[in-house]
């Protein structure tokens, strides 16, 4: 008998339902990559100069263009030779605006300031090794100096830098090498903690537990996956820090060790559960197979049970790392946030999730610090895509594996 | 002294009484078929002599088995060591993801044996035991899921052949296989008779007629009539026996 026509035409509205809901999700997944990108590519336009102001030298000075790090380096005074920049042999004199009040009378500046762009022009004239960091609205056209253009930061440079002021006067230093280690650090020390031990359990309540205690286990876990992040970071910073500082005597607590430590513990439910549904489609035939053959049960586990989910126990670990890496708020109270390169696991350090959330208030919109935090989130969305591809592409080949 | 004594066996399925007071003795170097129609209890009786019910929980068993008069579920039994010396093989053939030598030479790995030479030459001689040497001899480092399913369960064999057990119990062996895989495997179960003691459970009355020398029917988890093959087959003495045999039920 043919379906009445409404009951067909039911099917059709839900079908569309169904992929408009689709076609939906992926809009708006796309939506935040390309959002992502955009207000974060900008960046590598841009001088790395405080906005609105420049840096000015005397018209005798052969240098023309300078490297945001070397400009950190001379007004922290570490290169004070302009011989060092591949200038003449001539020592480097900083110059604020607030210097103007030492050489210059309030009368001679003006009242209001009209006489200030004049003498900041002589200034800079005056003196050979000047470098002076002023308002750029006070460059006229008269201006007897030259006006030096710092490189725009490269996208190597951001990667590879080493050092993350992203505020700093006169140029800002956006290399995020230290964030992208930190965040490294804590996830890998996350998952060497966390991958041995959810194993374990997940091989415990797949294999050895009866029901029993699989029927209490099994609430508890699904219990922590579900407990706010920030109650982690809570627990870690009143329990884990103090005890980190204790037993390793350290200044402070807040290490990556304690951001690796509670991302151990919430990537915990994840790895357990995934590997162990894993380890459950060990046929039983298979185990049998092996037990008769007099293997023990603990041999049967990891020649027979362990290899035949490998696939799965994979997934799990990289879907560990995939938790960890993305953790924000609990990373965040407990690792110190310290962003300079680490060197051990007993040092602050800061993620890239931590940076974003603390950051990402006080920089002015579409600023310089602002783009840099969109650039790295758009790197960590890059990381989790990686981790979720591999997981895909794992599952998928166990599935032709088995046939 | 029998080579399988059971005196008196129940077992229970939390309150599922599914075998109730076995008692049979089962002869050195004699192929038994254990028959009855699905569900009385064949696969869970083969099971008691390798102790592979313990597997399942809420498993409660009463009474002796005996294997080589030693009882296998008194207290303090290694357990492994009885099924080195109890093997099993399976309905559906259950080969491991492994290459066809690793699958033969699992059980001699499992059991501590490093010695390469001897792992080889007993898979070689295993292989040739089962009859799948010449099928197999150029590809032994081939998975073992490449083989037919007849090859498979000759595989299953050469395996549990391989740690030299003297009894081998069989679980509906060929259910799962063609007609010339089954004759495969029958003419097999004469060769081994020679060496093994053999337990076979069959839901083929032919195959139990061809390959026993002893015959125990069973229902609902009850031992009906137990004796020579050819007499079960030939005068049963019990009318239910001569019914299922012809084929009136079950
Ligand atoms: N693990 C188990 N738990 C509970 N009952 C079982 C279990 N295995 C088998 N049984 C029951 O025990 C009886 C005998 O089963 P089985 O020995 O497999 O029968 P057969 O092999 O003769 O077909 C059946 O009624 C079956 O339902
Ligand atoms: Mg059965």
Same mark, same amino acid.
């Given at each position: 008998?043919? =379906?009445?026509?409404?009951?067909?035409?039911?099917?059709?509205?839900?079908?569309?339902?169904l992929a408009?809901s689709g076609?939906?999700t992926s809009?708006?997944v796309?939506?935040?990559?390309?959002? $992502?990108? =955009?207000?974060?590519?900008?960046?590598?336009?841009?001088?790395?100069?405080?906005?609105?102001?420049?840096?000015?030298?005397?018209?005798?000075?052969?240098?023309?263009?300078?490297?945001?790090?070397?400009?950190?380096?001379?007004?922290?005074?570490?290169?004070?030779?302009?011989? =060092?920049?591949?200038?003449?042999?001539?020592?480097?004199? $900083?110059?604020?605006?607030?210097?103007?009040?030492?050489?210059?009378?309030?009368?001679?500046?003006?009242?209001?300031?009209?006489?200030?762009?004049?003498?900041?022009?002589?200034?800079?004239?005056?003196?050979?090794?000047?470098? !002076?960091?002023?308002?750029?609205?006070?460059?006229?056209?008269?201006?007897?100096?030259?006006?030096?253009?710092?490189?725009?930061?490269?996208?190597?440079?951001? $990667?590879?830098?080493?050092?993350?002021?992203?505020?700093?006067?006169?140029? !800002?230093?956006?290399?995020?090498?230290?964030?992208?280690?930190?965040?490294?650090?804590?996830?890998?020390?996350?998952i060497?903690?966390?991958l041995?031990?959810g194993l374990?359990?997940a091989i415990?309540m797949a294999e050895?537990?009866? !029901?029993?205690?699989?029927?209490?286990?099994?609430?508890?876990?699904?219990?922590?996956? +579900?407990?706010?992040?920030?109650?982690?970071?809570?627990? +870690?910073?009143?329990?884990?820090?103090?005890?980190?500082?204790?037993?390793?005597?350290?200044?402070?607590?807040?290490?990556?060790?304690?951001?690796?430590?509670?991302?151990?513990?919430?990537a915990?439910p994840t790895i357990i559960t995934i590997a162990e549904d894993s380890l459950r489609t060990t046929p039983r035939s298979m185990k049998e197979a092996s037990?008769?053959?007099?293997?023990?049960?603990?041999?049967t586990i990891y020649r027979i049970v362990i290899p035949y989910s490998i696939s799965g126990i994979t997934a799990a670990a990289i879907l560990g790392i995939g938790r960890?890496? +993305?953790?924000?708020?609990?990373?965040?109270?407990?690792?110190?946030?310290?962003?300079?390169?680490?060197?051990?696991?007993?040092?602050?350090?800061?993620?890239?999730?931590?940076?974003?959330?603390?950051?990402?208030?006080?920089?002015?919109?579409?600023?310089?610090?602002?783009? !840099?935090?969109?650039?790295?989130?758009?790197?960590?969305?890059?990381?989790t895509l990686i981790i979720n591809l591999t997981v895909e592409y794992i599952s998928s080949r166990n599935k032709l594996g088995k046939r | 002294?029998?080579?399988?004594? /059971?005196?008196?066996?129940?077992?229970?399925?939390? @309150?599922?009484?599914?075998?109730?007071?076995?008692?049979?003795?089962?002869?050195?170097?004699?192929? *038994?078929?254990?028959?009855?129609?699905?569900?009385?209890?064949?696969?869970?009786?083969?099971?008691?002599?390798?102790?592979?019910?313990?597997?399942?929980?809420? /498993?409660?068993?009463?009474?002796?088995?005996?294997?080589?008069?030693?009882?296998?579920?008194?207290?303090?039994?290694?357990?492994?060591?009885?099924?080195?010396?109890?093997?099993?093989?399976f309905?559906k053939p259950n080969p491991f993801p492994k290459s066809i030598?690793e699958n033969?030479?699992y059980?001699?790995?499992?059991?501590?044996?490093?010695?390469?030479?001897?792992?080889? @030459?007993?898979?070689?001689?295993?292989?040739?035991?089962?009859?799948?040497?010449?099928?197999?001899? @150029?590809k032994?480092t081939k998975s073992a899921f490449e083989l037919s399913g007849?090859q498979q369960?000759?595989l299953c064999?050469?395996?549990?052949?391989?740690?030299?057990?003297?009894?081998?119990?069989?679980?509906?062996?060929?259910?799962a296989?063609?007609?010339?895989?089954?004759? &495969?495997?029958?003419?097999?179960?004469?060769?081994?008779?020679?060496?093994? *003691?053999?337990?076979?459970?069959?839901?083929?009355?032919?195959?139990?007629?061809?390959?026993?020398?002893?015959?125990?029917?069973?229902?609902?988890?009850?031992?009906?009539?137990?004796?020579?093959?050819?007499?079960?087959?030939?005068?049963?003495?019990? &009318?239910?026996?001569?019914?299922?045999?012809?084929?009136?039920?079950?």
């Open positions: 008998m043919p =379906k009445p026509f409404y009951k067909k035409l039911f099917e059709k509205i839900i079908e569309g339902i408009l076609s939906i809009l708006a796309l939506l935040i990559v390309i959002f $992502l990108f =955009k207000e974060g590519l900008g960046l590598f336009n841009r001088s790395p100069i405080s906005e609105g102001y420049v840096l000015a030298v005397n018209k005798s000075n052969p240098i023309s263009k300078i490297d945001a790090n070397l400009v950190k380096q001379i007004f922290d005074q570490e290169i004070t030779n302009w011989e =060092k920049v591949g200038g003449k042999k001539d020592s480097i004199i $900083l110059f604020h605006l607030d210097d103007i009040n030492s050489i210059y009378t309030e009368a001679q500046i003006g009242e209001n300031l009209e006489n200030l762009p004049t003498c900041i022009s002589n200034v800079v004239d005056s003196i050979g090794g000047i470098v !002076a960091f002023v308002p750029k609205s006070y460059i006229k056209s008269d201006f007897k100096g030259k006006v030096i253009e710092p490189v725009n930061i490269t996208p190597k440079e951001f $990667l590879l830098g080493k050092e993350w002021y992203p505020t700093a006067e006169p140029s !800002a230093q956006m290399g995020i090498l230290p964030i992208l280690l930190g965040t490294l650090w804590v996830s890998l020390g996350a060497l903690l966390s041995p031990l374990a359990v415990y050895i537990a009866n !029901a029993r205690v699989r029927n209490i286990f099994k609430p508890i876990i699904e219990l922590l996956a +579900g407990i706010p992040s920030v109650i982690y970071g809570f627990f +870690g910073l009143v329990v884990i820090v103090p005890l980190i500082q204790t037993v390793f005597n350290l200044p402070v607590g807040e290490t990556a060790l304690a951001g690796s430590i509670i991302l151990a513990i919430m915990l037990l008769a053959l007099g293997a023990s049960r603990w041999q960890a890496i +993305g953790e924000t708020m609990a990373v965040l109270m407990v690792t110190g946030n310290a962003a300079v390169m680490p060197h051990s696991f007993l040092e602050p350090v800061r993620t890239i999730p931590a940076t974003i959330a603390a950051e990402l208030g006080e920089s002015p919109k579409d600023g310089l610090h602002y783009q !840099a935090l969109f650039i790295l989130g758009s790197i960590l969305f890059i990381m | 002294m029998a080579k399988i004594e /059971t005196l008196d066996a129940n077992l229970f399925y939390g @309150d599922f009484h599914a075998l109730k007071n076995i008692s049979m003795q089962m002869e050195e170097n004699t192929v *038994t078929a254990l028959i009855g129609p699905s569900g009385c209890g064949k696969s869970t009786y083969l099971r008691l002599f390798n102790r592979m019910n313990d597997l399942i929980d809420s /498993t409660r068993i009463t009474g002796q088995i005996l294997v080589d008069g030693e009882d296998i579920y008194r207290k303090n039994i290694n357990v492994d060591e009885l099924r080195i010396k109890v093997g099993m093989v309905q030598f033969v030479a059980g001699l790995r499992v059991n501590g044996e490093k010695n390469k030479s001897y792992i080889e @030459d007993k898979v070689v001689q295993s292989l040739k035991q089962s009859a799948l040497w010449n099928e197999v001899s @150029d032994l007849g369960q000759r064999i050469a395996r549990a052949l391989a740690i030299s057990p003297s009894v081998i119990l069989m679980d509906e062996p060929a259910s296989l063609d007609p010339l895989s089954t004759a &495969k495997i029958e003419e097999l179960i004469h060769e081994l008779k020679k060496e093994y *003691t053999i337990v076979i459970v069959t839901h083929n009355m032919q195959q139990a007629s061809r390959v026993s020398d002893y015959t125990a029917f069973f229902y609902l988890g009850e031992l009906v009539e137990y004796g020579q093959t050819v007499e079960i087959f030939t005068k049963p003495k019990l &009318k239910h026996t001569e019914n299922y045999i012809t084929g009136r039920f079950g």
